[in-house]
């Protein structure tokens, strides 16, 4: 299954795969993105995934509004007994992940497959 | 560094409407990739800017498109400087609390002012803490490169 939704400067596209819901965040997350960023990922935690793959290979800015929605799909996803794993981040993005400390709140792998792969283990 | 009220050479002022913001940003962020900034350091202005527009339009004028947000700059080859100004009351930022303190992770707010200071090579308030001045010096950044002339 997989799906899409967009706004102009973010684009969003879900799959299923490895037992695990997979986002692929494409483009930026900034002040005007961001807001629908949060309520795709908290619609799809609504949904009640076991893990949620954030796929941020295609994410070239993120700011710390953005940063909120994924906290707050986070925190509504542990509610529900789920997980959220982010992968493949670009240096700029997992450098910002470090300086934050989020890196202490999610995993984070350095792909899709990797992130997969916890999952068999 | 602390807050210098001189005036910049340049300045705009726009509703506080988020896609106004993120159209004045765009426009400082060519000039900056113009000046031949690297990817790292345009990233960084990028991200500090943002952080100190949404603030303006969300702290400061509380969300209140009748309101005005003042973004005024300095940028050359050396360092650039903003400086973002809203019509709100103004806070004191030292009693923004520390949001990488493990307590606070999950919070999903309150992380702008670390950014910028983490970004930024000098970030001060005025008085009334209604203005923020954000000051990247380009020699700070790495992998630096001039455009080829």
Redesign the interface.
Known sequence: MSSRTSTGVLKIEVEQRGGATIARLIGSA???SANHLQEQLLSLVEGRPQRLVLDLSGLD?I???G???I??A??RCRHHGGSIVLAAPTP?ILA?LQ????T??FPVRDSVDAALADLTH | MPFDPRPLPHHVVISSDLRAAREIEERLLKIVSGLGYSQECAFAIRLALEEALVNAHKHGNRCDPGRKITISYDLDERRAIFRVRDEGPGFEPVRVPDPTLPDRLSLPTGRGIMLMRSYLDDLAYNDKGNEVQLIKERRSCPREHRPAS
């Open positions: 900034n002040m005007v800015f700011s710390s509004v940063l909120g929605g906290i707050a986070h925190v700029e910002l300086v934050t400390n989020l202490r709140l």
